[in-house]
């Protein structure tokens, strides 16, 4: 059973396009946070979310953290050929561990 | 550079084999993590260490894994007696845990093909 289920799975669009991935979970988490993985590398921290209802925006990125802290989503305006990677939401609940989802795999072509 | 490390960086070796794997984390961070990836998932976790202490390790995959971190310092991590469902990338994380949710610095990972 996964935890964290993410989707799509897989998105391709063009530049210059606007989209949104999802992070669903049916557990609370005490903090959920995104990452971006490039082929060969390990993933890279974007955010961190905490409080229930918490939108963060880094640049193009916007990141909302559900009420009841079960679910995520980044949307993205504007992509570019650099926002290409591997998008992973990971959850901690409690003391444990990061968890982490699937991924959503972006190509954005130019 | 001061990041995480890891060394090899891609292992081929035969089934039955045993391999091990090799993290440098950043050298103040007091936590250390293992997960594994194949391809098209999300890493996997498998175990972590606060200082020298494994505190996790019933998610190792079976006993032929093991990892250690005898100075608190770099960590390496072992797989006995290669099958070819073990391989995947192994990434090695660390964090400066003081409590709450920390960020990871992942490695670039260890990739492991078992022919």
């Known amino acids: 059973t996964q935890l964290l289920e993410q989707s799509p799975q897989f998105l391709s669009i063009q530049e210059g396009e606007n989209l949104t991935v999802y992070c669903n979970s049916s557990s609370v988490f005490s903090s959920l946070q995104w990452y971006r993985q490039e082929p060969g590398e390990g993933p890279v921290l974007l955010v961190t979310?905490?409080?229930?209802?918490e939108v963060k925006k880094l640049k193009r990125l916007t990141f909302q953290f559900g009420d009841a802290r079960k679910d995520s989503s980044l949307h993205i305006t504007a992509a570019q050929p650099g926002d290409t990677g591997l998008y992973l939401c990971?959850?901690?609940?409690?003391?444990?561990?990061?968890?982490f989802g699937k991924g959503t795999m972006l190509l954005v072509s130019p | 550079d001061t990041g995480v490390s890891q060394d090899p960086r891609h292992k081929i070796t035969k089934r039955g084999q045993n391999v091990t794997f090799r993290c440098d984390p950043i050298?103040?961070?007091?936590?250390l993590y293992w997960y594994r990836q194949t391809l098209g998932q999300g890493p996997e976790f498998l175990t972590y260490f606060q200082n020298e202490a494994q505190l996790e390790k019933s998610r190792l995959l079976s006993d032929r894994f093991s990892a250690e971190r005898p100075k608190g310092s770099f960590s390496t991590l072992e797989i006995q007696r290669t099958e070819q469902g073990d391989s995947a990338m192994y990434l090695c994380a660390s964090s400066a845990y003081w409590g709450g949710a920390g960020e990871l610095f992942f490695g670039e990972g260890s990739r492991l093909t078992v022919l």
């Open positions: 979310v905490v409080t229930g209802g």
């Open positions: 990971a959850g901690v609940m409690g003391y444990s561990t990061l968890t």
């Open positions: 050298s103040e961070h007091n936590r």
